[in-house]
């Protein structure tokens, strides 16, 4: 099974970017479909988890939901074992904790999140 290990969080200022990364190991990104979730400040549930993007597999396109569309883009380096999310443009409502899954067949793998904090 894929161990997937993400960073890149931290404190940000409105307007400002951060850049996310999710480097696997024990198999290769192109094997799932990779997702970036986000979940926010008091819903503690993994349930809560909204999704942000996802990527299936090789070849076809990255869908975003509408509040990242234009300032977020996720993109996948085979030779790194990685996918990664460009976050510009950041805003206070951005800020939570951000996750990224591995998904094949009902099998599912989630990393231990990193923590996005947008404020001035």
């Known amino acids: 099974q894929v161990h997937l290990v993400e960073s890149g969080g931290g404190l940000v200022q409105p307007g400002g970017s951060l850049r996310l990364s999710c480097i696997a190991s024990e198999d290769t990104v192109s094997n799932y479909t990779m997702s970036w979730y986000r979940q926010t400040p008091g819903k503690e549930r993994a349930e809560d988890r909204a999704?942000?993007?996802?990527?299936?597999?090789?070849?076809?396109?990255?869908s975003y939901v509408n509040s990242v569309k234009g300032r977020f883009t996720m993109s996948r380096d085979d030779g790194e074992n990685a996918v990664y999310l460009q976050m510009n443009t950041l805003k206070p409502e951005d800020t939570a904790a951000y996750f990224c899954?591995?998904?094949?067949?009902?099998?599912?793998?989630w990393g231990q999140g990193t923590q996005v904090t947008v404020s001035s």
């Open positions: 999704v942000v993007a996802v990527m299936p597999r090789p070849g076809t396109s990255v």
């Open positions: 899954k591995a998904t094949r067949g009902n099998a599912e793998y």
